[in-house]
């Protein structure tokens, strides 16, 4: 009883403060900002993977319309380096990261809006067997454009938040 008290007392101050979530819904167009957002390719397969990852992110209800903005997103190959050397100069476990940099630009305009990056970091085991080893490298891989996904998406909609605040005008003090 007392966790349901606290949890409706911590709604209530939160909605006190403007708190609004990231991913609302434009009270004019009835329609998400980053539903407008068109993904440029982005080479290799972990582009592939990453282009459709952000897709998704933008626009899970596949929404059609004209797109006012473009993303362009550049992903580097996967660092690769031993984390783990056993005594018979054998590596044991592997770091790999994953690099991509990315800019918003208004398709009217053809200004940018944003501009950032996004490194994500992991490991995994080196086994004795080489297609275990590949496997778990690859999975690794795939797991690690996901974080990139969620990291790329989350600044675009904080961009897109930010932007409201200050179009209703509030400022950073308000």
Do not use: W
Not at 26 to 48: F, H, R, S
Not at 114 to 130: K, M
């Amino acid at each position: 009883m007392l966790l349901k008290k606290i949890f409706v007392g911590c709604l209530f101050l939160l909605s006190g403060c403007g708190f609004s979530p990231l991913y609302m819904v434009d009270k004019n167009t009835g329609q998400l900002e980053t539903e407008k957002i068109e993904v440029a390719p982005i080479q290799d397969y972990n582009g592939y993977v990453l282009k459709q990852g952000l897709d998704n992110a933008f626009n899970p209800k596949k929404v059609h319309g004209p797109k006012k903005y473009i993303l362009k997103v550049q992903m580097k190959n996967p660092h690769l380096s031993s984390q783990s050397i056993q005594g018979d100069n054998f590596a044991s476990r592997k770091k790999v990261s994953l690099r991509a940099s990315f800019q918003l630009i208004d398709k009217e305009t053809k200004k940018e809006l944003l501009s950032s990056s996004t490194t994500a970091l992991g490991a995994f085991n080196v086994f004795y067997e080489p297609y275990t080893t590949y496997q778990a490298e690859k999975r690794q891989i795939e797991d690690l454009v996901q974080i990139l996904v969620t990291n790329i998406s989350t600044r675009v909609a904080a961009y897109f938040k930010q932007e409201e605040v200050f179009d209703e005008g509030q400022t950073l003090t308000d």
